[in-house]
């Protein structure tokens, strides 16, 4: 089955808690916002790429590097939202892709990846993407967040190959191992995998976004996502080698910075 047609949305919001302003800081020569931009344009699968932001400023500085930005308001919740606000104004496309605007060094293959999926799994309303989870430390760290997945059957029950469906995602340490062994983070499959923060939307699912359930489980966990699996719409994941080096710190900056320049 073809890749259904995709466009590329980035949100962007111009308050940041850790790195205030963080989508025009510019040490590159060119803002934070361009480079993730460019990252996105190299997508095959999509057709296009459009920034959802709040700010003025950010929506000047994506016109001035030859992008589109359409604008949205401040009060957002996320980034869905954000891009739910700007659905009819974006290009017309089966799929929605979500961007987050400090994701500069995401490979384009990973959101080919997510698009894709959804031609592999017409069942599914949404795609994601995943990690194997190898450190002790990340296990336990609340912002890496878990996810718990079980391999993607299709209704006549055959197996997607590279495919696997999403049964939850946490800040917690899960599956809980009621015998722990360090060990089990080799496991082969993996065991425990990370949720990287991309998401292929069919273009139905955000257009009723606003009437899904409320759900508790992801006001609880902050991880919206978990409204998606509690109101029954299948998430497929597919996994990659190593999530990119999101921008959240003055440090994250620093280092991508340094890596820019070749340093």
């Not at 899960?174 to 923060?197: F, I, K």
């Not at 509690?230 to 994250?252: F, M, S």
Request: glycine share 4%; hydrophobic share 45%; aromatic share 6%.
């Amino acid at each position: 089955m073809p890749s259904p047609s995709a466009v590329i949305v980035i949100p962007a919001r111009l308050s940041s808690t850790r790195l205030p302003r963080k989508m025009l800081l510019a040490e590159t020569g060119r803002p934070l916002i361009a480079h993730t931009f460019e990252a996105a344009r190299r997508s095959k699968a999509a057709v296009d790429v459009v920034v959802a932001t709040d700010s003025d400023e950010i929506a000047d500085a994506v016109e001035a590097f030859g992008g589109t930005a359409v604008m949205t308001s401040p009060e957002a919740p996320s980034g869905t939202a954000r891009i739910v606000e700007a659905l009819d104004r974006l290009p017309a496309a089966d799929v929605i892709v979500n961007v987050q605007g400090d994701e500069p060094e995401l490979a384009a293959s990973a959101i080919d990846a997510a698009i894709d999926l959804l031609a592999r799994c017409p069942e599914a309303g949404v795609a994601t993407l995943v990690t194997p989870m190898r450190r002790e430390e990340d296990l336990h760290d609340p912002s890496a967040v878990k996810a718990v997945l079980t391999p993607w059957r299709h209704p006549a029950g055959s197996v997607e190959t590279g495919c696997w469906r999403a049964i939850y995602f946490s800040r917690a340490p899960v599956p809980a191992a009621r015998d722990w062994v360090p060990s089990m983070l080799q496991a082969e499959p993996p065991l425990y995998w990370q949720h990287v923060g991309l998401y292929a939307y069919r273009r139905h699912v955000l257009e009723s976004w606003n009437a899904l359930p409320e759900s508790r489980l992801a006001t609880h966990e902050s991880l919206e996502q978990l409204r998606v699996i509690e109101a029954g719409i299948p998430i497929a994941a597919a996994a990659i080698d190593h999530a990119a080096r999101g921008i959240d710190t003055p440090k994250d900056y620093a280092s991508f910075v340094a890596r820019c320049r070749g340093v």
